[in-house]
């Protein structure tokens, strides 16, 4: 029983790693009022950069630098279409994300050699700490990019929180952009920033994917859990700090896909697949009207007067 | 009936203008076309190549154009759904999940239907099951926006992945609906619908052309009936631009979001039953692949006119048709022709603020006869699912 329990925490929480991640900046974006549907697009392009560039040179680490900055690219480009052309948000990002899944799988025929060995990232375990019973393991037997992440994703939660005055401006333009504006605010550029944030965090949750746990690409390989991310901010109510919470029960749903069967319990397939959507069904349907979302969330920002 | 010409068309005379609704289109069109070709390009094919393959594998072969229209009239009635839901002020995303449901549907009753039932009952039969199960599939994330006031979005979008799941395990299961399992190398697909439900054949020579187009047309048709010249046409549009006012004149706007969604769904199913009765007459996992999104982008494309979403369906047919067809003669992946729908949708958005920065005019001016010049319509178009035309 103890085994199952730890085996199903590992899975989870590296299943949930990037859910995490991308979630969190997410939940920052929202704050600022910038819905991004693409964060499945950025993490696939994440996934295909690292792995081309990790193959090319042989250093995972470059492979993970390669696939922030895919992301960070993505990012541009949903930012110029949201945040200075105040295109739709959602139209754009579900585009985007389009564009991003038939990309990578166009790219990957021409540039991608299948038989080459991708380099992964190994992991490493903290000295006593990994030898926790149940959690140890699932915590601090991580790829050394797991850890990195948790640290990042635990400053973005600090400093972005109501406590600094970087949170406060987040939260004031994505409540009131005219206001903010008048109190001196760079709306837009605000905005911009955290889009690319977003596009950083899903092109590095994407690598983590890519590198430290499938070990190679695969066409579609991210299946929804952007989408996943994008739900896990509504479900964890626009804060910041539950969404870490949130981000461990998805991955959980996901896990469940390869614990189940190992454990002999045998349910068909298709509803395991099913489970994590099911869950961020019920989780959005239970949630969301017990939430308040961000005032302007995809409302664009016009300076009255400027055009 | 002959729809009116749209807005645009009607105040066409005068200087040509780039940043006019028309123009417009026909820019991203070009751009769209211009980013494919460039795209075969690094994938090693010249532009003649190229277009040559797009050409003989769609419009210069009538087999090929005979699919090509067969896939365009299952994406024009996804299309025709979401315009409905659209003008609702809702986007339906979900148009994958709706169609496999009623590609299942379709199937559920197409395999099972006794040999000798007679076309006439055997087809709408099968074609009702596949709307109901679309409709119901749809009146979940109905009932959640409407009950609780969730984002259609975020549900349609969600429930895809879960009707993908279901598609999976229906083919997946003897119990279900795969073919008997008589060898290892037998697939996880149904078997054949039986004659009786398969969608005849409009005898065109050597063209797999179906009735399929017809029931396109018919729903494109009832659709722009529904939309411009009933009540509840009326009213969904209302609902669409505000529903709180809506709400205060007596309009039950619960109900028609409701409507409106569920409706979509109800056609997303049909074009799932279209194409399971289309050859190879089977359903297998794969077959939702792609006409979601195809549909969605071809909704959002003809802002509500339905003579605008028969000329981009079929363009968006061919493009699928000429995407395949790049891939056997010129060696280019087949996504090229996702890609290139991306494009034209983010390049139709991105370029919508141009059609909005221009002055707005008086835009409670609805009742009262429209001024002559553009300027309503086009500051109109540019801001949603909004559609004046009926309104007055």
Known sequence: MIHTLTELLVMSVALGIPILVAATAEAVSERAGVLNMS????MITGCLASVLVAVQTGSPWAGVLAGALAGVLVGALQGLLSVVWRADQIVTGLAITMLALAGTVFAARLLLDRDAATPGLGRTAVPLLSEIPVVGRALFDLPLLGYVLFAGVAAVTVLTSRRTAWGLAVDAVGEDAVKADWAGLPVLRIRYLVVLLVGGAGGLSGAYLALAQVRTFTDHMTAGIGYLAVVAVIAARWRTGRVALVALVFGAAQALQFTLP???VSVPVAFLVALPYVLALVAVAGLVSRSRRPSALTVPFVRAGGG | MIPRLPASLRS???????????????LCGAGALLFTV?????AGSSPGTTLNALWSSTAGNTFALGAAVNTAAAILLIACGFVIAYRAGLVNVGGEGQFALGAIGATAVGVHLPEGTPVLIALPLTLAAAALLGAVWAAIAAGLLVRRGVNEIITTL??????????????????????????????PRSEPLVEAARMPLLGVSGSPLTVAVVVALLG??????????TATGLRLSAVGHNPHASRRLGVRVGGLRFGGLTAAGAFAGVAGGTVVGSAPYVLSDDIAAGYGFTGLVAGLLARGSLLAAVAITSALGLLVAGGIGMQMAAGVPATISQMAEAVLVLLVAGTAVLVRARPRAPRRAAPVPPPPGPVPETAVQGSGPAEKEALR
Do not use: C, I, W
């Open chain 2, 158 to 187: 969600l429930l895809n992945f879960v009707g993908l799941a279901l598609l999976m395990l229906v083919v997946h299961y003897e119990q279900l609906l795969r073919q008997p399992v008589t060898s290892a190398e037998t697939l």
């Open chain 2, 220 to 229: 494109a048709a009832g659709t722009a009936f529904l939309l411009k010249r």
């Open chain 2, 38 to 42: 460039l795209m075969a390009l690094t």
């Open chain 2, 12 to 26: 066409l005379p005068g200087p040509p203008d780039p940043r006019h609704p028309l123009s417009l289109g026909l």
């Open chain 1, 262 to 264: 190992a454990m002999g």
């Open chain 1, 39 to 42: 964060v499945e697009g950025m």
